[in-house]
């Protein structure tokens, strides 16, 4: 009876270990994945995303794909990293090293490098089968309220205009 007990209880702790690195996906809910990745594996800080290139993202006859598509996708891998509700992009630097085509895959590996208060520094890099095409570091701030919801205030107590500065 004590070891039927035992077994019993090893297998909550192994269920329970393995829920503990469930993440919920907690930013970022509407994006169409379409346009910018489909998750692949995600854990805390850690986003691993699926860009397939669709029609809409050539940008001419030969089937090159724009890079705003290639920049949207690696700026929603790194939100989803960092997995706040209301992280917002204040910074990035990017390299597009190779380009992508019609019918590539390009495979996201995002991992947060950096934390020190609400920012957040997040490396993304990604991949078309074993060749980089793009690199990136992503800076990143977790506001209290969403950023179109905030009310900033300059130095004297007023309000500010439009495309205020949230760091």
Known sequence: ??????????????????????????TH????PDLCGEILVMERGYIETR?????EMIADDIGLIHGGFIFGA???????????KNVV????????????KFHDEVKFVAKVRHKEGRKRNVHVEGHVLDIKVFEG??????????????HLLDEDGENLSEGASIV
């Open 1 to 26: 009876m004590a070891q039927e007990e035992q077994i019993e209880e090893e297998l909550q702790i192994d269920s329970y270990n393995e829920n503990e690195n469930e993440v919920m996906l907690s």
């Open 29 to 32: 809910e509407r994006v169409n």
């Open 51 to 55: 860009l397939r290139t669709i029609p």
């Open 74 to 84: 690696a700026d929603y891998a790194a939100m989803l990293a960092v997995n706040e």
């Open 89 to 100: 992009l204040v910074a990035s630097n990017c390299q597009f090293l190779s380009p992508v």
């Open 137 to 150: 570091e992503f800076k990143t701030v977790v506001t209290e309220r969403h950023v179109l919801k905030l």
